[in-house]
Each structure stands twice: as structure tokens, then as C-alpha cells.
């Protein structure tokens, strides 16, 4: 399933509404500690391994496409 995910700073939260997602990440967008952060979250909110969520556009931007399998 692909989502379309928007990230915000400061925060740590996760709102899924049908197939988009908004996600709240305390890490700094640098040598992707963030995309990491995201990937965490997304995977223990689906309760599925890091390894099935791919970021598959988007990867140094707010607005991502992420495919969780």
C-alpha cells in the first residue's frame, strides 16, 4: 500500500487518515536521522518490520511517498 506522508518538525506523533499520513519527527533532517525517525514510526504503527517500509519518492523533502508492503 503507498501512502502519501507530510512531516512535521518538533513533534512526536503519527495520524493516519485513509492514505495519507502526517508525521511529527524530533530528529533534524541531517544524514537522514529524520527518513530514519519516519520509517520507525510508520513500521511500529502498522506493526510491521523497518525493512517493509520504503520511501520510494521524496527522500530529502516534507511530502514523501512511502510504500508499506
Not at 24 to 48: D, H, L, T
Not at 52 to 63: L, M, Y
Request: hydrophobic content about 40%; glycine content about 10%; cysteine-free.
Amino acid at each position: 500500500m503507498k501512502y502519501s506522508v507530510t512531516v512535521k518538525l518538533r513533534g512526536d506523533f503519527i495520524e493516519v487518515d485513509g492514505n495519507k499520513i502526517v508525521v511529527g519527527v524530533m530528529s533534524r533532517p541531517e544524514k537522514g536521522k529524520a527518513n530514519r525517525e519516519i520509517i520507525e514510526k510508520i513500521s511500529g504503527y502498522f506493526g510491521v518490520p523497518k525493512s517493509a517500509v520504503k520511501i520510494t519518492s521524496g527522500a530529502a523533502s516534507r511530502k514523501k511517498l512511502i510504500e508499506v508492503i
